[in-house]
């Protein structure tokens, strides 16, 4: 099976709460106007599929009021082209030929989103180039076919530049076929504010929250391998709001997650005291 999730927008009229951080929703709606295909860079957590769930919602029908649709395939090593063409499958005496994600929407519209598709198999990316390509075609040699693009598909991949290795590197050939709209941890006080719509936060919580993010990652370098994403964060609010007191909700949604090394371990831990000592914050005793 290739792990897609279509949207389930479809049924939920109420836009998702998206708080921009620059200029990506001009920078989107300008791509999306010329269907030029996009790469949304930056590390895990920074809100890039929350992202495209709100712009899918903001480019609705007119008419009937329902999102764009939005298909998203997290790629893994195993996925290949086939994964997102499509396959025949045994049927009665015959087969039947199935849409695979990709297929599906170049086929009906909306938007693609094939998220790392660093970590898919090579062959992926030759279909990603047919795509980008200005006739917007898709080559299905099964069926002995060309697929021209549905008008209202859009080409969308993610790239997180810290994971990767050169040998996963995104090759220059295929990231020139891109805009890319680059995705980094929110300013504080839009932080905070995240915390507060999705993490149900206080503010002085939220507050204190952002800004002990803000100095762990700025630790990245020397000792982590990437800092406490927005998600990270938003878990730490929601134990918190659990009744699980602050420490410990850091402890095992920021500290236990962003290293295994008990050096760098330690760093984390004086910093999370700093802002959460013992017996002060909220839900301690
Ligand atoms: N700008 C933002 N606006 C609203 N929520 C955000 C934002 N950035 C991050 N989040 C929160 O962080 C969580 C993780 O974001 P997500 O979109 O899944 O990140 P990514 O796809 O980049 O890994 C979201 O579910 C949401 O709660
Ligand atoms: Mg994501």
């Not at 990603?128 to 969308?156: G, I, M, N, Y």
Request: some cysteine.
């Amino acid at each position: 099976m290739t792990p897609t999730s279509g949207s389930s927008l479809d049924s939920a009229r109420s836009v998702p709460y998206y708080l921009p951080v620059g200029d990506e929703v001009d920078l989107f709606f300008g791509a999306y106007a010329d269907r030029t295909p996009v790469l949304l860079k930056g590390p895990t957590g920074t809100g890039k599929t929350r992202f495209l769930e709100y712009m899918a919602w903001k480019l609705r029908d007119a008419d009937s009021g329902s999102p764009l649709p939005l298909t998203t395939v997290s790629c893994q090593e195993d996925l290949t082209a086939g994964d997102l063409l499509g396959r025949f499958l045994l049927e009665g005496d015959g087969t039947r030929w199935v849409d695979g994600p990709l297929t599906a929407a170049v086929r009906h519209g909306g938007i693609c989103y094939l998220d790392e598709v660093v970590e898919a198999r090579k062959d992926v990316m030759v279909v990603v180039h047919s795509l980008t390509d200005h006739r917007r075609f898709l080559p299905l040699a099964k069926l002995d076919q060309t697929l021209e693009a549905h008008p209202s598909f859009l080409l969308v991949i993610s790239y997180n530049p810290g994971y990767q290795t050169s040998l996963k590197d995104l090759k220059h050939s295929t990231r020139q076929r891109f805009v890319a709209i680059e995705f980094g941890y929110a300013d504080e006080a839009t932080e905070a504010e995240i915390l507060t719509h999705e993490g149900g936060a206080s503010a002085a919580l939220a507050d204190s929250l952002a800004a002990m993010a803000g100095r762990l990652r700025r630790l990245n370098e020397e000792h982590l391998i990437e800092g406490p994403s927005t998600r990270l964060l938003v878990y730490a609010a929601q134990l918190i709001g659990r009744g699980v007191s602050a420490r410990r909700a850091c402890e095992v949604s920021i500290a236990a997650v962003v290293t295994d090394d008990p050096i760098a371990r330690l760093a984390v831990d004086e910093l999370i005291s700093a802002f959460f000592p013992p017996g002060s914050g909220e839900n301690d005793s």
